[in-house]
């Protein structure tokens, strides 16, 4: 029975693993495709609208 739990733990642990190191490449391809853009267009940023206040600001990381 101690068997069966460790494994699961270790198939639990190893998918948590995948699925995390999946997001993060995701993630490091987008925010490089964006950079990548950037540089081919000359542009020092990306703006995006703010929709409460209407007003443009530059792009964070994070989004």
Known sequence: MA???FLLLVVGLA???YRKFVSDAE?????QRRSEQERRTGATGTLVKD?????????RDDE
């Open 3 to 5: 068997q069966i739990i």
């Open 15 to 17: 998918w948590y693993g």
């Open 27 to 31: 993630r490091l391809a987008k925010q």
């Open 51 to 59: 929709p409460e206040t209407g007003e443009y600001r530059l792009r």
